[in-house]
């Protein structure tokens, strides 16, 4: 155990405030997941997107004691406070993690690459669990601050660890290597991921190489040429392995599998994975395994087993409006305090953990459930199910949880739960491999047809951060929702963003923001298009409407009949759409004097060209407009609303127009609205289906309604679970929409049907079953919308609420 008075030995700063020695048992980064507070030490970073010293107070109040900072905090106003100054908090959030780490004296497997680092950690994991207690990342934690959080989970009874490094520049790779002190390397790959941040590719196979400066073997594929170039002039010493007649292990592709030639010895294996980039992995994997010295039979078994699975968390459309966190791939405590994070982001919202035994943890059932109670303890459990023999034998640990129930296994909870007691919850269902947890989340999740959107939420955050990083510190955030964000899934997107602290959302029509509200949403909620019709929904659910001419005004004084409410103005200064005149100002102003009920809570227009260049001048014109009418609300009903204008585009290009706050919409979903060439933005949407059936269709006939395709020569079509009712238009028929199969693009043949669509993947290796991807990686919304003259948010609304839409998340 760590003292926080250690720091000054091995950390560059030093404590200029220790009320108390304590012990430091957990680190933490992100002022929103403190649920173990009196042993932990909060780690300050001023970073460009966010500052974590402006949480210190709000983390004091909740009973953290230790800070590690690199600006000058008021330390009179936190008496009980130990404050450790530093330059750089994270270069002591990794001194620790190297101290901890050279305390143990274990083999530990270190991982980089451009791909496939976490499928390969995670495939080690299952394929030596069996022998031994491994600790390793949770997740994707490869980064300068994931490492050494991964790291410090290091334990006695671990007696192997594994664990991925990533790195995007230079001098960042020699901080990792001190912090993880590799035994052994696994070097996967190299490509283009982070070219940016380097001159060369060999500046960044050689800034890779450098975790591997003190390993006994690094393990890599000799067939990468300037891998192989590399490694061999480094001196490392190395186990190579390839089809290349140098490799250390000589491996030959066979009709069933693939054959090894390896220390005089030949053997062959056959790998359950087809695609080219899992047999990569996988062989990784073997090539460990024979260093290891496992045998070539035990080999086969293992990896038999292994299977393609999700390594992130996904939220799932669950059974009697449930929401269903799909974490069932295995069950540590790492993995756990993600899980529980994830978890509490969904606020205000009945929470039930259904959890296996947690297999392995070197501790005693007893002393695991206490660990686990104390985990849970905080994060608002409202049901708690336990199954497996530890949890069933110490359930007296849950009692505080006002409802339990424990099992000792899975099918003795499958037999006996009551699945229709699931009802408007959110259930993060987190198991070891061992109980297959799958089952349950089969029996929880709601049965859709094979086409899913999946958004990823890690993106959506990185996007909303990037937007951040843009505003000034001042300047207010609105996250526009609207149209089932983007086609996004409201409910879900809009949780997100309360967790995350914006500060309005904004929906175009009242039905919206009522199904937010009863989802839970507080936040302020911004009304776009408001009719008298909805008056009464408005005032119920505490929305606020946005007013637009004298109509809609007299109409909501008469049905207010004095009683208040939060409204916006909207004001016309050129997109000629909504909002008030400069000629309707006055009488306008004169009924707001006269109604003083009516709280404006911001004035705002619309920049009708923001993402054009050649409309630059015509913004300009518009801003001076909205000023000047501005001016004369705020002068004449002596008021000062918020003031807003900017939209997605509008915030990348006109800094100086950012006001009171802006408004953020498509933006948040990775789509560049300026079409910007190499655009940072990640996009969080990939809409996918499946391949129903394979035809081989003669020369001469005919594909579809119409017989509007036709077989010049043999191909071969695929059918897939997607028409125009899902929103694929049938302005993608005869070729002019395509799709991505395995890599492929597969044009469409025929006409697009209501349910279905017909591809032609002539020359392409596919199965029934197949995903087909619509758009996403490899295939982007703007290429898709363009092929239909049309735009991406056009593409990603028009997806039908009928498609599932499928969460998933890296631990935010």
């Known amino acids: 155990m760590m003292l926080f008075s250690e720091l000054e030995r091995i950390g560059d700063g030093k404590i200029t405030q220790l009320a108390k020695d304590r012990p430091i048992d957990f680190l933490i980064i992100d002022s929103r997941k403190t649920l173990l507070a009196e ?116 334990q006695p009874f671990h007696n192997l660890g594994i664990f991925e490094a990533g790195i995007s520049r230079p001098g960042e790779m020699e901080k990792l290597e001190k912090i993880i002190q590799p035994t052994v390397g696994i070097f996967s790959n190299i490509g283009s991921a982070h070219d940016e941040g380097f001159e060369n590719v060999t500046e960044k196979i050689n800034e890779k190489l450098k975790l591997f400066s003190q390993t006994k073997i690094l393990i890599y594929c000799a067939d990468h040429m300037l891998i192989d170039a590399a490694v061999k002039k480094s001196k490392i010493k190395s186990l190579s392995w390839g089809i290349a007649p140098t490799a250390d292990i000589l491996v030959t592709k066979t009709d069933s599998g693939y054959y090894f030639q390896f220390k005089g010895k030949s053997f062959s294996l056959s790998v359950p994975f087809s695609d080219k980039a899992s047999i990569e992995n996988v062989l990784h994997c073997i090539a460990l395994m024979l260093y290891l010295k496992y045998d070539a039979k035990a080999i086969q078994k293992r990896i038999a087993e292994l299977k393609s699975i999700s390594m992130r968390l996904q939220l799932k459309e669950g059974i009697n409006q449930c929401q269903l966190i799909d974490d069932t791939y295995n069950n540590d405590l790492a993995g756990f305090q993600i899980s529980l994070d994830f978890l509490n982001s969904h606020q205000k919202k009945k929470k039930t953990l259904v959890l296996s035994d947690i297999l392995q943890s070197g501790m005693s059932d007893s002393e695991l459930t206490k660990n686990i109670f104390s985990m849970i303890e905080k994060s608002g459990i409202n049901r708690f199910i336990g199954i497996g023999s530890a949890l069933f034998s110490n359930q007296k640990f849950f009692t505080s949880i006002s409802s339990n129930a424990f099992y000792r296994n899975t099918n003795d909870f499958l037999n006996e739960c009551d699945f229709d007691s699931f009802e408007n919850e959110v259930v993060l269902v987190k198991g070891a491999r061992a109980f297959q947890f799958e089952k349950i989340v089969h029996r929880l999740q709601r049965k859709v047809h094979g086409t899913i959107m999946e958004i990823d939420l890690g993106k959506l955050v990185y996007n909303l951060n990037y937007f951040k990083s843009k505003l000034k510190p001042e300047v207010r955030l609105m996250a526009m929702v609207k149209a089932f964000a983007y086609g996004s899934g409201s409910e879900e997107v809009a949780n997100l963003l309360q967790y995350h602290k914006v500060d309005y959302l904004g929906v175009a029509y009242a039905d919206e923001g009522v199904e937010l509200r009863k989802k839970n949403i507080s936040l302020p909620i911004m ?275 009928r498609v599932k839409r499928v969460f998933v998340s890296e631990g935010i």
């Not at 509007?708 to 302005?731: C, H, N, P, W």
């Open 39 to 154: 042993r932990s030490v909060f780690f300050a970073i001023a970073g460009s997107r966010n500052d974590g010293h402006q949480h210190i107070a709000e983390l004091y109040q909740l009973g953290i004691r230790q800070f590690v900072v690199e600006k000058q905090i008021d330390q009179k106003i936190f008496p009980e406070a130990n404050f450790f100054f530093t330059g750089s908090s994270v270069a002591v959030l990794q001194f620790v993690a190297a101290a901890h780490r050279k305390r143990f004296n274990l083999p530990v497997v270190a991982i980089t690459g451009s791909n496939g680092k976490t499928i390969i950690k995670e495939w080690l994991y299952q394929l030596l669990s069996t022998d031994y207690n491994i600790v390793k990342n949770p997740g994707s934690y490869n980064s300068q601050v994931g490492v050494p959080l991964s790291v410090w989970a290091m």
């Open 527 to 801: 009304v776009m298009n408001s009719s008298e019709e909805s008056f009464e929904s408005l005032l119920l659910h505490d929305l606020e409407p946005v007013i637009f001419n004298l109509k809609t005004l007299q109409a909501l004084i008469h049905f207010l009949n004095h009683r208040e409410c939060k409204i916006h103005l909207e004001l016309e200064t050129g997109m000629n759409r909504l909002g008030f005149n400069e000629s309707e100002l006055n009488e306008a102003i004169s009924v707001l004097n006269e109604n003083k009920n009516l709280k404006i809570k911001s004035v705002f227009s619309h920049l009708s060209g923001a993402d054009e260049k050649m409309h630059d001048a015509f913004s300009q014109q518009q801003f001076a407009q909205y000023q000047k009418m501005y001016e004369t609300i705020s002068s004449s009903l002596n008021v000062n609303p918020l003031r807003h204008i900017l939209n997605s585009a509008g915030i990348l290009r006109f800094p100086n127009f950012q006001m009171d706050m802006v408004r953020l919409g498509i933006g948040l979903y990775g789509v560049d609205p300026t079409e910007e060439k190499n655009s940072p933005l990640l996009p969080a949407a990939t809409l996918k289906t499946t391949i129903s059936q394979l035809k081989k269709i003669k020369p001469g006939e005919t594909i579809g309604y119409g017989r509007k395709g036709k077989a010049e020569q043999e191909m071969t079509v695929a059918t897939l679970a997607i028409g125009y009712a899902d929103g694929f238009s049938r302005g993608f028929s005869k070729g002019v929409g395509l799709v991505l199969v395995n890599g492929k693009k597969a044009p469409v043949i025929g006409n697009v049907c209501m349910d279905m669509t017909m591809v032609d993947v002539t020359g392409i290796e596919v199965v029934e079953g197949d995903q087909a991807v619509i758009f996403g990686d490899g295939l982007s919304i703007h290429e898709v919308a363009a092929r239909i003259g049309t735009i991406p948010y056009e593409i990603l609304t028009n997806t039908s609420e």
